[in-house]
């Protein structure tokens, strides 16, 4: 049985201490080399999520901090068994991305989210599953979406996206010299 579910974003933060191992064909550079190009070659056209259109988006880069909250979540579902957003130990995608080091901190905005998958064989076939979905394709589209890491283990899939904006040199002078004071804003969801 195949499935797809998308996910929503958030910011909490937690410690993840799961030592992640996954399998990844063709090796870690062409991995993330495929994903790349399939996300950021729809990107750059646009395309029908369910009946609405999204436009051309700027394309999506790889970070590390991701991927490594992706491997922790895909080794976590096939060596428990689910599938789930929400792990069996309660921690949220928020809790994994954060506790993997993808945090708001030094950052004036933050926006996370993910897709989930299981049973697809191939990038092509999870990644042709997730632009079906209307969910998952509005996450591959979504033009605030900056970064990407993605995960794959025993035909568990998951994608992490993420969205960071640093603060300007101004603003880090004024936060510096006490003029300017940053308090931490509840980040967006999406499903």
């Avoid at 797809?4 to 870690?28: K, M, S, W, Y």
């Avoid at 300007?168 to 308090?183: A, D, F, M, P």
Wanted: proline residues 4%; glycine residues 8%.
């Amino acid at each position: 049985m195949k499935k797809l579910i998308f996910g929503c974003l958030l910011t909490v933060v937690t410690f993840l201490g799961v030592a992640a191992h996954t399998r990844q064909p063709d090796g870690e550079k062409e991995f993330k080399k495929e994903f790349l190009n399939r996300i950021n070659s729809v990107r750059t056209k646009g395309c029908t999520c369910g009946v609405i259109y999204m436009p051309p988006a700027p394309p999506l880069v790889w970070n590390d901090l991701l991927q490594k909250s992706a491997e922790g979540h895909a080794w976590d579902m096939s060596n428990n068994k689910y599938f789930s957003h929400t792990s069996k130990d309660g921690r949220s995608m928020e809790d994994r991305i954060v506790a993997a080091g993808y945090s708001i901190k030094g950052y004036k905005s933050f926006m996370i989210g993910e897709n989930i998958a299981a049973g697809q064989e191939s990038i092509e076939e999870v990644m042709d599953g997730w632009f079906k979905s209307e969910g998952h394709c509005k996450n591959l589209m979504n033009p605030a979406f900056k970064e990407v890491g993605v995960a794959e283990n025993h035909h568990y899939w998951v994608q992490d996206f993420g969205a960071r904006e640093s603060f300007s040199t101004e603003q880090q002078r004024l936060i510096k010299s006490g003029r300017l004071h940053v308090t931490e804003v509840p980040t967006a969801s999406s499903h």
